[in-house]
């Protein structure tokens, strides 16, 4: 038996991957030499395969940086790490994230590449997703995803003139004349078209005429959410929620003359009824879910990586050693609830998971503070959802 360099296979995209026997003898080495598995089992993993991007959006919480992309050390040992790291579980997760994942596309077919090939070998099911702004979408792509079964959602704000104002092409080029006309193709290869629109707070009273624009040129799904970091005065929120409510009139609207078109919030989840989080913190950042930075660096979330205060605090390793930062780790899995002092006699404390630890420590300097924008989405979403009749 010969020695040296892992064999490697040509795949059907022409990338280069390592060979079925190969890719179990380096599993085997990383988790010979990795800690002993946590208690929580990670089952979704926040993939930055680069900072690079396309786009200056003015509201990005990574801003602008020098581009970073992952190597294919980085991209192999970390998906070995998901599925060691996922334990017992065999439906996991694995979002592409940026940056924007298709100025790196070969990372990225590389990436799903690996986590099919792991899937076949273990039984394990990992479901593919991205997020990407659309411009560098073709049709061969668009095609080459859904062979693989890579799921992406759009970032489109809304028609030109809202989506223009705050996402800008480093070219100069209208970000929404790169993406919006390629909607009938895409539809082609994903006939489900989500989009996230990221609420700037002078657009919040455009949101109604937004999300109607968007749905007839082939938008199906909306996440609606508002963006973060900013100021928001009282009005611009009063706005905000007015729009959310004639979108919520809109889109029921839509669902009863028989139109394809998704908002959760209009949707009964039987799996969270009141009193959910009574007892529970957290949005799951670090204890079910972490994000591998571009360096190989473990952290709790993507957004978690954005806050210059918490991309030390709660690094919790690499992808070579493993989880070793134990007292991170436990901290933002935490579900000690006397820690939300300021949660306690809120009316939605058995109802609110406490928001997110990344704009709670970004706005209050701790995980456990909440960020007062994060306060008012909650308390808005629990009276609309009330309003609707929707648990």
């Given at each position: 038996?010969?020695?040296?360099?892992?064999?490697?296979?040509?795949?059907?995209?022409?990338?280069?991957?390592?060979?079925?026997?190969?890719?179990?003898?380096?599993?085997?080495?990383?988790?010979?030499?990795?800690?002993?598995?946590?208690?929580?089992?990670?089952?979704?993993?926040?993939?930055?395969?680069?900072?690079?991007?396309?786009?200056?959006?003015?509201?990005?919480?990574?801003?602008?940086?020098?581009?970073?992309?992952?190597?294919?050390?980085?991209?192999?040992?970390s998906v070995a790490f998901l599925v060691r790291e996922s334990g017992?579980?065999?439906?996991?997760?694995?979002?592409?994230?940026?940056?924007?994942?298709?100025?790196?596309?070969?990372?990225?077919?590389?990436?799903?590449?690996?986590?099919?090939?792991?899937?076949?070998?273990?039984?394990?099911?990992?479901?593919?997703?991205?997020?990407?702004?659309?411009?560098?979408?073709?049709?061969?792509?668009?095609?080459?995803?859904?062979?693989?079964?890579?799921?992406?959602?759009?970032?489109?704000?809304?028609l030109r003139p809202t989506h223009d104002a705050h996402r800008k092409?480093?070219?100069?080029?209208?970000?929404?004349?790169?993406?919006?006309?390629?909607?009938?193709?895409?539809?082609?290869?994903?006939?489900?078209?989500?989009?996230?629109?990221?609420?700037?707070?002078?657009?919040?009273?455009?949101?109604?005429?937004?999300?109607?624009?968007?749905?007839?040129?082939?938008?199906?799904?909306?996440?609606?959410?508002?963006?973060?970091?900013?100021?928001?005065?009282?009005?611009?929120?009063?706005?905000?929620?007015?729009?959310?409510?004639?979108?919520?009139?809109?889109?029921?609207?839509?669902?009863?003359?028989?139109?394809?078109?998704?908002?959760?919030?209009?949707?009964?989840?039987?799996?969270?009824?009141?009193?959910?989080?009574?007892?529970?913190?957290?949005?799951?950042a670090g204890r079910s879910r972490a994000c591998i930075s571009p360096?190989?660096?473990?952290?709790?979330?993507?957004?978690?990586?954005?806050?210059?205060?918490?991309?030390?605090?709660?690094?919790?390793?690499?992808?070579?050693?493993?989880?070793?930062?134990?007292?991170?780790?436990?901290?933002?899995?935490?579900?000690?609830?006397?820690?939300?002092?300021?949660?306690?006699?809120?009316?939605?404390?058995?109802?609110?998971?406490?928001?997110?630890?990344?704009?709670?420590?970004?706005?209050?300097?701790?995980?456990?503070?909440?960020?007062?924008?994060?306060?008012?989405?909650?308390?808005?979403?629990?009276?609309?959802?009330?309003?609707?009749?929707?648990?």
């Amino acid at each position: 038996m010969t020695t040296g360099a892992p064999r490697r296979s040509t795949t059907s995209s022409g990338h280069s991957s390592l060979t079925a026997p190969d890719a179990r003898r380096l599993a085997a080495a990383i988790g010979s030499r990795l800690p002993k598995s946590p208690r929580y089992p990670i089952t979704h993993l926040d993939f930055l395969v680069t900072t690079d991007c396309n786009h200056e959006c003015d509201y990005c919480f990574y801003g602008r940086q020098t581009p970073q992309t992952m190597t294919t050390d980085v991209i192999e040992r970390s998906v070995a790490f998901l599925v060691r790291e996922s334990g017992p579980q065999a439906e996991l997760g694995l979002l592409l994230f940026g940056g924007e994942p298709l100025c790196a596309w070969d990372e990225s077919c590389h990436t799903v590449e690996r986590c099919i090939a792991w899937g076949t070998q273990t039984g394990k099911r990992i479901s593919l997703d991205m997020t990407t702004n659309g411009s560098l979408l073709t049709e061969e792509r668009a095609r080459w995803l859904a062979r693989n079964g890579v799921k992406y959602l759009l970032s489109l704000d809304g028609l030109r003139p809202t989506h223009d104002a705050h996402r800008k092409r480093r070219d100069g080029a209208s970000s929404f004349d790169s993406s919006a006309p390629l909607l009938p193709m895409l539809k082609r290869y994903q006939p489900w078209q989500g989009t996230r629109i990221t609420v700037h707070p002078d657009q919040g009273g455009l949101l109604p005429d937004n999300v109607r624009g968007l749905h007839e040129l082939g938008i199906n799904q909306f996440l609606i959410g508002a963006a973060t970091g900013l100021h928001w005065e009282d009005d611009q929120l009063e706005a905000y929620a007015a729009g959310l409510r004639a979108v919520a009139r809109f889109v029921r609207e839509r669902r009863e003359q028989g139109g394809h078109i998704r908002w959760t919030m209009l949707e009964d989840d039987p799996t969270r009824p009141l009193g959910y989080a009574k007892g529970h913190w957290g949005c799951g950042a670090g204890r079910s879910r972490a994000c591998i930075s571009p360096e190989g660096e473990i952290h709790g979330c993507a957004r978690l990586l954005a806050v210059p205060a918490a991309r030390e605090r709660y690094r919790l390793g690499d992808v070579w050693s493993g989880i070793t930062r134990r007292d991170a780790r436990a901290e933002l899995a935490s579900e000690d609830t006397s820690r939300r002092v300021e949660c306690a006699t809120c009316e939605l404390a058995d109802d609110c998971m406490g928001g997110c630890p990344a704009t709670n420590m970004e706005s209050t300097g701790g995980i456990f503070g909440p960020d007062p924008l994060g306060c008012w989405c909650a308390r808005n979403s629990a009276s609309l959802r009330r309003e609707l009749g929707v648990r």
